[in-house]
């Protein structure tokens, strides 16, 4: 039983890391521009010849 309240444990651990992981990272604006990276590869590169 005591395996089983520490598999418990740790994976409530986990998920509160990547809610918080989730929280910064809609903070710091990485979800801002979801076209513009969608667009910017259909646009051909100067680099292109």
């Known amino acids: 039983m005591d395996g ?3 598999i418990i444990a740790s ?3 986990m998920g ?3 809610l918080a992981l ?3 990272t809609m903070n710091s604006g990485q979800y801002d521009d979801l076209e513009g990276d ?3 590869i ?3 590169d ?3 010849r």
Do not use: I, S, T
Request: glycine content about 0%.
């Open 4 to 6: 089983m309240a520490l």
């Open 11 to 13: 994976a409530f651990l």
């Open 16 to 18: 509160l890391c990547m």
């Open 22 to 24: 989730l929280v910064w």
């Open 38 to 40: 969608a667009n910017r």
């Open 42 to 44: 259909l646009l051909p």
């Open 46 to 48: 100067d680099n292109d």
